[in-house]
């Protein structure tokens, strides 16, 4: 079932920031750490605000774990696994997402 | 294995739920296998906030059951099943669908049930209790078809109740049977202040009403008759009129039960049965219920002890209590009434800020008995531990309760407490449990909530909890930490001044020099704001646009649906006609909300983030630039006419309102600032409540600082009299860039001129007297900041590359269909939760 969609060229990601894909009918936040050549791709809905907004929160790390502030009410969400640093029991959905040459690429069956 | 007791708890109220905690949490959790009887559909939930159901908290939110708690306790629920009947020969227990559980031992919680006073008509269609979620739900249901409603008991519940009809927006009434609301807890003055503080809020209170028959309505459905002969008319009745006791399975099985309704116990909470307990309202200990819950839970407590093994005996309880009645502070302590021998009385009332305060004294003067406050319950955490701790009074008593008129402060500091004066009364956790909870490492307030569970109950003690851990921590020498975050070991102005020594000018440099990790959503913004007070460059700048949030980073101010706002600046509130007809079509082109701002210009909401370039590009084609509305920077100048056309003008205050808004526009700043500036002393454009303000008077001009409204409103304080504009101007230059360098993130003027050092006097100091030299350099930087003046957003449109960034999808031109406005009063709005769902179905 899952599979890799070619999404957007490298240049189009923001380094230190984050963008907003539709792949298929999925809205995609998809974050950039240049420094470690490393992309993030979790689901862009805000379970707090419940608007599609997460690819405009700030990004950074917290005890080293990639991290995402949501803008609205500023809960903080783990790249790597969607996971809610404020509150563990919420949690939103992470994807695949990987740079092949200098396209983007995002697979949302895997993790 | 098989040596195991088995203990049944019939019912899983506030105090059942409280028991199994307990016991859970004890050293003989492993004794019994244990069984509870729910008969509501829910477990455990929060009664004492009910009303909060109204507003917005859901069924889950009240819940009091940690996930999987039963599950990890190994604790059998039958869930929507009463248990209906005790055989204490067999010992064993009977539930109405059949479940039989033998027992060896039983604790009775089933609490009780709301008082419906024995009335004809009192069973007719939308006459409700107010107990339980299910009511709730029904009387949401019935108040749809409901213009009026009365709510019958004038106590705590009940006028919770009324609040909830209120907001509900029916007419509401509440009928109550007493002279006096809350006749428990309040005395005559305190309940009459409390009643027209309710009729204010629009809740008709009738007093002394004794309801003879309720019957149909002439103008509503029911009619209620009073034995004065008065009548009311209603759609809707909720009774709250106080509880019974819920006895009827230990009464069945021939328990003691006590003459005014419960099961009777003794200290060990044992009933006349030795392997039977009850606890909370349900129980009759020296012929006394409690329909609070702390004592149900210290009854808790007593019997898990006692099960134990041990010798805790329950005493009776403090009935004290304060509480937000509808946004009026009461409470209520000990003998409120005075009805104890020899009892002396101090009374303090203030008609005009509506406060009444009332304490009870021993007869030697020494001791507190009691108290009542309406209007202002701040004296409350005082008050009750002079109380519950029997600790001597001043000398003066009535300066407990007369306002401070000086600097003498008459609280009882957490340092006066013994170790075993109970701060938190819902779970019995005194000042010696919470210092132990912080040299076991507890050292912030959600540490020792978790550790200690004070303050998670009525949360009545939380600002105790607080200053008991700030006094410990400062008398343990802990240095406060004032790290900016993790990733930078410094304060807001050390990051400042590291910048300016250093001409540090990137975020990647500051961390490699003097940071670690990758920095986060805190030390991203601030030192981002930094950068941009000190450079002044453009804040979409390759390397800055990611320390921006996401209003600096689109240019506008984000709102709750994800949709921007749009202000255009107009300097002083001024604009011409033909600016506001550019505005206006605008906003009519792209259908935004329009809305004038209280800083005298307009705001366009409803933009999505593909929207802002082309309305931008007709804003600026029209003469207009960025208000930097979504910036912590000057925002606006306000003013109001002034001397060229008020009649009463001194000066031009609309004329030095554009050259300030000019000269400061674009002034990055630790937090917004706004100015203000008036034509004469009426003062028109409220320049006191601003951060810089100016008056206009025969002299010259006036200069006030650091005020603003906001959440804590501060007059701004007066700082330089009769000055001329070039004085004027040099001096707000240098108070604004003073307070850029040293002020905290996020920290407004006025708080930044409380925390000062020397307070006003100093400021004046450096600014006027330049007593550290330094004006020369901080009108330098002011003019750098003047001279690198951009609109950010014609900065913006003249680059492809930063208008990429301006759409949802980076991938789709697409547009977000989670964003759906729907019509109000002829503009749109955001859709709520309920409309967004129809039209998404709809659509689909």
Not at chain 2, 22 to 30: G, R
Not at chain 2, 451 to 463: L, Q, R, S, V
Not at chain 2, 695 to 704: D, F, Q
């Amino acid at each position: 079932m899952s599979q890799w969609v070619d999404v957007c060229s490298v240049d189009d990601l923001i380094p230190h920031s984050g963008v907003c894909a539709l792949v298929e009918e999925t809205q995609v936040a998809i974050f950039y750490m240049p420094e470690d050549k490393a992309v993030f791709a979790i689901n862009n809905f805000d379970p707090f605000s419940l608007i599609n907004i997460l690819s405009r929160g700030l990004i950074g790390d917290i005890q080293g774990e990639p991290m995402v502030s949501s803008p609205i009410y500023k809960q903080r969400f783990s790249l790597k696994t969607g996971v809610c640093m404020d509150d563990e029991t919420v949690k939103v959905d992470s994807y695949g997402v990987r740079i092949e040459g200098d396209r983007v690429e995002v697979n949302l069956g895997a993790v | 294995m098989s040596n195991k007791q088995t203990l049944v708890v019939i019912g899983n109220g506030m105090v059942g739920q409280n028991f199994l905690v307990s016991l859970m949490a004890s050293e003989i959790k492993d004794n019994y296998n244990v069984v509870t009887f729910c008969e509501e559909e829910l477990p455990a939930y929060d009664r004492v906030h009910l009303s909060e159901y109204f507003s917005g908290k859901s069924a889950d939110d009240l819940s009091l059951v940690e996930e999987g708690f039963f599950e990890t306790n190994n604790i059998t629920i039958h869930m929507g099943d009463k248990a209906s009947s005790i055989d204490r020969a067999a010992k064993t227990v009977t539930s109405e669908k059949g479940v039989e559980i033998a027992y060896d031992k039983l604790v009775l919680a089933t609490g009780s049930t709301a008082f419906i006073p024995p009335i004809p008509g009192n069973d007719r269609e939308g006459c409700i209790a107010y107990r339980t979620i299910d009511d709730l739900d029904e009387m949401m249901a019935t108040a749809k078809t409901s213009k009026v409603g009365a709510v019958v008991g004038g106590g705590l519940l009940g006028l919770e109740a009324a609040k909830a009809l209120r907001d509900l927006n029916l007419e509401t009434h509440v009928v109550q049977f007493a002279p006096r609301l809350m006749e428990a807890q309040l005395d005559d003055g305190g309940a009459l202040l409390l009643k027209q503080k309710i009729e204010d809020l629009g809740v008709g209170v009738l007093t002394s009403k004794n309801t003879t028959q309720i019957v149909d309505g002439d103008t509503c459905k029911h009619k209620m008759v009073f034995a004065d002969g008065t009548e009311l008319e209603t759609d809707m009745i909720l009774y709250s009129a106080g509880i019974r006791p819920r006895y009827e399975i230990a009464d069945a099985c021939g328990l003691d039960i006590a003459d005014r309704g419960g099961v009777v116990i003794n200290d060990q909470c044992l009933t006349s049965d030795e392997d039977i307990y009850a606890i909370g309202e349900c129980a009759s200990w020296n012929n006394q219920t409690f329909g609070l819950v702390a004592p149900g839970y210290a009854m808790a407590r007593t019997v898990v002890d006692h099960l134990a093994g041990g010798q805790d005996e329950f005493t009776g309880a403090d009935m004290s209590t304060k509480l937000k009645l509808n946004g009026v502070d009461v409470a209520s302590i000990g003998d409120a009434h005075g009805t104890t021998a020899g009892s002396l009385v101090y009374t303090y009332q203030n008609g005009v800020d509506g406060v009444y305060k009332r304490i009870v004294v021993s007869e030697d003067n020494k001791y507190l008995l009691g108290a009542v406050l309406v209007g202002d319950a701040s004296g409350y955490p005082t008050l009750h531990q002079y109380y519950s701790n029997e600790i001597e009074l001043p000398s003066n008593p009535d300066s407990l309760i007369l306002p401070a008129r000086s600097d003498e402060s008459v609280g009882l500091g957490p340092d006066a407490l013994p170790a075993s004066a109970q701060v938190c009364s819902c779970f019995d956790v005194t000042k010696g449990d919470i210092c132990t909870s912080i040299e076991g490492g507890c050292t912030t307030i959600g540490a020792l909530k978790d550790d200690t569970k004070a303050a998670t109950g009525c949360g009545g003690c939380a600002a105790l909890v607080k200053s008991v851990l700030d006094c410990e921590l400062e008398k343990a020498g802990f240095e406060v930490n004032t790290d900016i975050c993790e990733h930078f070991a410094y304060t807001r102005q050390d990051l400042y001044n590291l910048i300016m020594v250093e001409e540090i000018k990137t975020f990647g440099e500051l961390l490699e020099k003097h940071g670690s990790g990758k920095g986060c959503e805190i030390c991203k913004q601030a030192i981002g704001s930094i950068l941009a007070s000190y450079w002044n460059d453009y804040v979409l700048d390759d390397d800055h646009v990611s320390l921006q949030d996401t209003n600096d980073t689109f240019l506008a101010n984000t709102q709750k649906d994800g949709t921007y706002s749009v202000v255009p600046r107009m300097t002083g509130g001024e604009v011409t006609p033909d600016g506001l007809i550019a505005v206006g079509n605008v906003a009519k082109k792209y259908g935004l909300y329009t809305k004038i701002t209280g800083g005298q210009r307009v705001d366009l909401f409803g933009a999505r983030v593909d929207q802002l370039p082309p309305i931008w590009q007709e804003l600026i084609d029209a003469g207009f630039e960025s208000g930097h509305a979504y910036g912590k920077s000057l925002r606006t100048v306000k003013s109001c006419v002034g001397s060229t056309w008020c009649r009463f003008g001194v000066d031009d205050s609309v004329g030095l309102a554009v050259e300030l808004e000019n000269r400061y526009k674009g002034l990055r700043a630790p937090h917004k600032i706004k100015f203000a500036v008036s034509g004469c002393t009426r003062e028109c454009a409220e320049a006191q409540s601003k951060d810089i303000g100016v008056i206009a008077v025969e002299g010259g001009w006036n200069l006030y600082v650091c005020g603003n409204g906001g959440m804590k409103p501060r007059h701004g304080d007066l700082f330089a009299t009769n000055l001329d504009k070039e004085t004027l101007i040099k001096y707000i230059d240098r108070v604004l860039t003073f307070y850029v360098r040293t002020a905290d993130r996020l920290q407004r003027t006025s708080v930044w001129m409380e925390n000062m050092e020397g307070g006003l006097d100093y400021l004046k100091s450096v600014v006027i007297d330049d007593k550290l030299q330094i004006n020369d350099q901080l009108e330098a930087h002011m003019q750098h900041v003047v001279d690198t003046y951009q609109c950010e957003w014609t900065t913006t449109m003249a680059d492809e590359n930063k208008l990429k960034r301006f759409r949802h999808f980076v991938n789709s031109d697409k547009t977000d269909e989670n964003i759906i406005f729907v019509e109000e009063r002829g503009q749109i709005r955001p859709a709520n939760i309920e409309e967004r769902a129809l039209a998404l179905a709809e659509e689909a």
